[in-house]
């Protein structure tokens, strides 16, 4: 069992089967995994995208700045949705953004990140790193590190990484293990490469599994066998 962990979860898995909006059932499930890993001690820190809302640019000439602004706002509205859900199952929990947003949530502060962790809340981050040009994934690398967690679980739409796209190639081979090296060298493209790099610098193990399987983030945190680990 790892003592702390970060999720990320896809903002697509949140919209459910038709990976747009807002799914309750999925919401209220992610939140009754949270709550159980957090019984159990484990200090628990969530990064969410925003795909489900908004992804790339509505025309191929939008400003690039601008889109990936109106993707960091996306996440909030999924932080914002996730911190409900959380607090109807009785997690304490708290809200971050790297950009300000002092109505709505706290701005992104490490040291008052790590006192909220430290007093058993879970804490939700949103704006990725508040830089355009940057993912999700590459925020959530860079939250992992900051916090020191133990291992950053990427909870997504697929149950792990393979050796191609498994829904374009029906004789794709799935990892159970792999090296930050290899996802490289390979040019797998299921995390963003920053965020792979990232990771490996820092030692920190990356484990990709999917939402839908049941009980998923329960087992993932608790060090059980499932969906992909990378590693150095």
């Not at 025309?59 to 996440?75: F, K, S, V, Y």
Request: proline share 2%; charged share 25%.
């Amino acid at each position: 069992m790892y003592r702390s962990v970060l999720i990320k979860i896809s903002g697509e898995v949140l919209g459910g089967d038709s990976k747009r909006g807002l799914d309750a059932d999925v919401l209220s499930r992610i939140a009754r995994e949270v709550r159980e890993i957090h019984s159990k001690g484990i200090s628990v820190a969530v990064v969410v995208g925003g795909g489900n809302i908004w992804r790339g640019r509505y025309r191929e000439d939008m400003d690039r700045t601008r889109a990936d602004h109106m993707g960091m706002l996306a996440t909030v509205i999924n932080c914002l949705a996730l911190c409900d859900a959380f607090e109807q199952e009785g997690v304490p929990t708290r809200v971050q953004t790297a950009i300000e947003m002092r109505q709505i949530s706290e701005f992104y502060i490490r040291n008052r990140a790590v006192r909220h962790i430290e007093k058993g809340r879970v804490l939700i981050l949103g704006c990725g790193t508040g830089n355009p040009f940057f993912t999700t994934d590459s925020a959530a690398a860079l939250r992992a590190a900051e916090l020191k967690v133990d291992a950053l679980l990427f909870a997504k739409n697929i149950d792990g990484v393979y050796d191609k796209d498994p829904a374009i190639h029906k004789d794709a081979v799935k990892f159970d293990k792999i090296t930050f090296l290899d996802v490289l060298t390979r040019q797998l493209k299921v995390i963003d490469s920053n965020a792979i790099c990232l990771c490996q610098d820092n030692n920190i193990p990356i484990l990709v599994f999917d939402l839908y399987e049941k009980d998923s983030i329960v087992k993932a945190a608790s060090g059980k066998k499932i969906g992909t680990l990378i590693h150095n």
